[in-house]
C-alpha cells in the first residue's frame, strides 16, 4: 500500500453505506431495514448524515418490477382505471412496437437504402449512413434517384429532400402485397413497418397514461413538498373535458410523491412541518395505496377520481431532537411498529480509525464538490483539529470528533475556494485556518463585534436619534 500524501491517494467505497461517518452501529440497523423493509425514522441535528442514509436505502433496493398506467373508463371517464404491469410484460410491449422486422442495408430497397444513408449512390456501395462513402468518398447528401425497380414497383412518398433521412415511407404495389411500408434507421440496421401496424401501436400508446414508469428512481425527496405534489392532483381542463376539444381525465393525472415513490424510498426530511399531511403519508403506508383526485374545488379536476393507485414504499423520516414532540403519535406507531426509531450519533472517539474515517470524508467532500483541489496531510490534521474543538464546544465531548460534518464540510470548501483563487495545486494548512476563521456563524460574529447577540439585535434596531440633524435625505 503506497503512502498518502493528499486525498487524492485515498479509495472512496463504492457502497454510500459505507462512506458515512461515524454511525456504524446505526448503519447495521439500516441494513437490516433495507433487508426486511422496515421504515425508519432518523433523529438528530443537521448535517449528520440522515439524508445520506435514505439515499444509501435506495442505491441497495432492487429496480422497479411494475409500470402503473391509466386508461379511460368508458362507462365513467371520470374515474380513469388503474393498470399495473409487471416487468416482463412492458418489455414485451415496447418489443412489440420497436420491431416488427429488422433487416440489413443490402436487403431493402436501392432508394430506402439512398435515402437514409446506408447505400452511396454514386458508386452503389453500402456504408455508415450520414458519412461519406468509403469507397468513391461522395457525400451521401445529393438527391436519390426517383425511378427504383427490382422485383416490384415502388412510389417514394418523400421524393426530392435533400440529404439522408432517419425515416422513409414507400408505397408496394406487388403480387404479394399492396400498401405502405415504413423503413426506419435502427442502428446499423434498417426497421420495416407497416403503416397501419404503426398507427395501431401510436393510437394504443395514446390512450394509456403511464404515469409511474418502469425507469423510474426509487429515491423520492418530498422535503417541503406541497399538498399536491405529496399526493397527485387532477389538472384542470378549461373545456370540461369536452369529448372533441378537451383532454380526457386520465391524461390530466398527475401523481404525487407517495406514488413515485412505490417500490422506492419515500425521504422525507424535517418531517413535523408536514403538520396534518403526516395523516396521510400514515394511511398510505397502512393501505399501500392511495387514491388521487383533483384538490382544487374550483378547477374541473375535482370531479376525476382515480381509486387505489399503488403506494408500496420504504418510508425514511428524520427530524431534529426537539421537533420529535411535533410528530403525530399515529404516525410514529406505525415506524415502530414496523421499523424503527434511531438517534444519530453527534460525535465520535478520537481515534486513529476515525480519524482516518475523517480524511475519507475530505476526500469524498473533494470530489462531490468538483471544484476544489485536493487536500495536503497537514491541511487534514488542522481540519480534524477543527472537528476535535467542535465536539468539546458544542456537544461537551473530551478526546472526540464531532460528526457535524455538514458544516465541516462547509469549511474544506471555503479553504478550498482560498486555494482555487490563489491557483493553488493543493488545500493547504493555511487554507484551512483561514477558512476556520472566516467560516463563524452570525450568531458568533454578533458576539465578537457587540458583546452579546442581544446587544447585536439592538443595535439593528434602535434608530440614532442624532440622524435626524442630518436630514431625510441621510436616511
Known amino acids: 500500500m503506497r503512502p498518502i500524501k493528499t486525498t487524492k491517494d485515498i479509495k472512496i467505497p463504492e457502497d454510500p453505506l459505507e462512506r458515512i461517518v461515524g454511525q456504524e452501529t446505526i448503519i447495521e440497523k439500516v441494513k437490516t431495514a433495507i433487508k426486511q423493509r422496515r421504515h425508519l425514522l432518523l433523529v438528530g441535528p443537521p448535517g449528520i448524515g440522515k439524508s445520506m442514509i435514505a439515499q444509501a436505502i435506495a442505491y441497495h433496493l432492487p429496480k422497479p418490477e411494475y409500470e402503473i398506467s391509466l386508461i379511460n373508463n368508458p362507462e365513467t371517464p371520470q374515474h380513469p382505471l388503474v393498470v399495473v404491469k409487471n416487468k ?99 442502428g446499423n440496421k434498417i426497421r420495416v413497418t407497416d403503416e397501419k401496424e404503426l398507427e395501431k401501436q401510436a393510437k394504443k400508446k395514446k390512450q394509456e397514461n403511464v404515469i409511474v414508469s418502469l425507469n423510474r428512481k426509487v429515491f423520492v425527496h418530498a422535503t417541503g413538498a406541497s399538498e399536491t405534489e405529496l399526493l397527485g392532483d387532477v389538472r384542470h381542463d378549461p373545456y370540461g373535458s369536452h369529448p372533441e376539444i378537451g383532454t380526457p381525465a386520465y391524461l390530466r393525472v398527475v401523481p404525487g410523491a407517495i406514488h413515485e415513490a412505490h417500490e422506492g424510498v419515500l425521504f422525507i426530511d424535517e418531517l413535523p412541518h408536514l403538520g396534518n399531511l403526516q395523516n396521510f403519508i400514515l394511511t398510505a403506508m397502512q393501505e399501500k395505496k392511495f387514491h388521487i383526485v383533483g384538490r382544487n374545488p374550483q378547477s374541473a379536476g375535482a370531479a376525476v377520481k382515480v381509486e387505489d393507485v399503488p403506494c408500496d414504499f420504504l418510508f ?42 475523517l480524511t475519507r470524508f475530505v476526500a469524498q467532500e473533494i470530489i462531490k464538490d468538483g471544484k476544489i483541489p485536493h487536500t495536503t496531510m497537514s491541511a487534514v490534521e488542522d481540519l480534524i483539529e477543527e472537528a476535535r474543538r467542535r465536539a468539546k464546544v458544542i456537544d461537551d465531548a473530551r478526546n472526540a470528533l464531532t460528526l457535524r460534518l455538514r458544516d465541516l464540510g462547509g469549511v474544506l470548501r471555503m479553504a478550498g475556494d482560498f486555494a482555487a483563487s490563489e491557483k493553488s495545486k493543493l488545500i493547504e494548512s493555511k487554507h484551512i485556518k483561514e477558512a476556520i476563521e472566516e467560516s463563524k456563524p452570525i450568531e458568533l460574529q454578533l458576539e465578537e463585534r457587540y458583546g452579546s447577540v442581544w446587544k447585536g439585535i439592538e443595535k439593528d434596531q434602535v434608530v440614532n436619534p442624532e440622524y435626524g440633524k442630518l436630514g431625510k435625505s441621510y436616511i
Open 316 to 357: 425514511v423520516g428524520a427530524c431534529n431532537i426537539k421537533d420529535v414532540q411535533d410528530i403525530l403519535s399515529p404516525l410514529r406507531s406505525r415506524i415502530l411498529g414496523n421499523g424503527y426509531e434511531i438517534l444519530m450519533n453527534t460525535h465520535m472517539p478520537d481515534t486513529q480509525e476515525n480519524r482516518f474515517l
Open 88 to 186: 416482463e410484460q412492458v418489455l414485451k410491449e415496447k418489443k412489440q412496437r420497436e420491431i416488427n422486422e429488422v433487416i440489413n442495408p443490402e436487403e431493402a430497397p436501392v432508394v430506402v437504402a439512398e435515402k437514409l444513408g446506408f447505400r452511396c449512390a454514386r458508386c452503389g456501395k453500402i456504408g455508415a449512413p450520414e458519412e461519406p462513402c468509403n469507397h468513391c468518398g461522395s457525400e451521401k447528401n445529393n438527391k436519390t434517384r426517383t425511378t427504383p425497380f427490382e422485383d416490384m414497383m415502388t412510389e417514394v412518398l418523400e421524393i426530392g429532400k435533400e440529404g439522408v433521412e432517419d425515416q422513409v415511407r414507400i408505397k408496394i404495389r406487388s403480387e404479394k402485397k399492396e400498401g405502405i411500408m415504413v423503413y426506419q434507421r435502427f
